[in-house]
Nanobody, 122 residues
Framework: VQLQASGGGLVQPGGSLRLSCLVSGFTFSSYYMGWFRQAPGKEREFVAGINWSGGITHYAPSVKGRFIISRDNAKNTMYLQANSLKPEDTAVYYC????????????????WGQGTLVTVSS
């Protein structure tokens, strides 16, 4: 099982980025997937999650209305469109596969990508 996150970078406040998570080694279309982030000196937090079909999504209150999670099961890829970025969105973003339990709980996820750094600064 492998998850590879990409798409991070340096962006100015108000800008946008699209993160991608390419997976392999399991049947992607069978799993709920999530994005988490960890800012320097802070605990990891849930950002967004999406069910197997893409028909159900969940967002943290801090990103709702600004971020959009999606997936393309044919490409084994999940996305996070991050818009109207703020300095407080600066963090390493991780994608993860959920095995069960609460969708916003880190222990509910069994496989994690290596993370991609998003820096929001002028």
């Amino acid at each position: 099982v492998q998850l590879q996150a990409s798409g991070g970078g340096l962006v100015q406040p108000g800008g946008s980025l699209r993160l991608s998570c390419l997976v392999s080694g399991f049947t992607f279309s069978s799993y709920y997937m999530g994005w988490f982030r960890q800012a320097p000196g802070k605990e990891r937090e849930f950002v967004a999650g999406i069910n197997w079909s893409g028909g159900i999504t969940h967002y943290a209150p801090s990103v709702k209305g600004r971020f959009i999670i999606s997936r393309d099961n044919a490409k084994n890829t999940m996305y996070l469109q991050a818009n109207s970025l703020k300095p407080e969105d600066t963090a390493v973003y991780y994608c993860a596969r959920r095995m069960g339990g609460g969708f916003s709980d880190g222990p509910s996820y069994d496989y994690w990508g290596q993370g991609t750094l998003v820096t929001v600064s002028s």
